[in-house]
């Protein structure tokens, strides 16, 4: 029985080292697991048939080139639908190997997590219908206002100053699509998220006129690629892909693809210009946490 007992241990174990080390995961097993988003704006989103694409997901399959090359083989990809809820379990049990959506990078996460460096500062605003009228904070009071479960944006709205006396209801959607879709409705008076996946679910609207981003700056937060804890090899990396990415000019080429041109599937375009909090991300490199922005 304590035979037992100790191969079971020594087994867990093993899986969890693996779990660990990326690299030497991948290349044991021949591939690897992308977390991908259905509806993060242009930043992860699904064209269906279980194809996947976004700005996000570009900087990811551009890293898994690397991670090929210092494996030494091609690597079968494959891809995990993700939520906000799920995705830092799925990356801590080792389902997901690089998550690839649109995670805010904060203190609280890297406790479990661990990011690449900054991709894209990203600001928190307001979705609201125009013939609403709303367009500020202060006209949300008495109102419904949806926000995606496991997300920071409406934690974010209560804590902002002008939301002081501000009583509103909190609306779940289970992603993003759901969010907006509970503003399309009606049942919804706005949405609180990440202005690139207001922008991109207002751009794939049936009818995007309807829409606005509107009020005050909520936050502003990095946004990041996620993998696992204590993985050096796989950070470097990663980290290295980013940075070559930047210095290139390749990463400021992919913004203007997937955020200023027409893209899949309906050939709408976004038509979010690189801020200058993402080109100071840029311009050095690192993975600081949401709370060192707030400080500025």
Known sequence: MKKQLLAVAVAALTCVASHADTLDKVKASGAITMGVRDSSGALSYTLGDGKYAGFHYEICQRIIGNVEKAVGKKLEVRFQSVTSQNRIPLVQNGTVDIEC???TNNTARQKD???VVTTY??????????????TSIGQLAGKNVATTTGTT???LLRKHERANGVDFK????KDHADSFLLLDSGRADAFVMDGSILAGNIANAKNPADFRIVGEVLAVEPIAIMIRKDDAAFKKLADDTVRDLIKSGDMAKLWDKWFLQPIPPKNVKIGLALSDSTKAAWANPNDKPAEDYAKK
Do not use: C, D, L
């Open 113 to 115: 997590v661990a990011f």
């Open 170 to 173: 909190e609306v779940f959607g």
């Open 121 to 134: 500062v990203e600001e928190v605003r307001i979705a609201t219908k125009v013939a609403s009228g709303i």
């Open 101 to 103: 959506g649109s995670t």
């Open 153 to 155: 944006s409406v934690q």
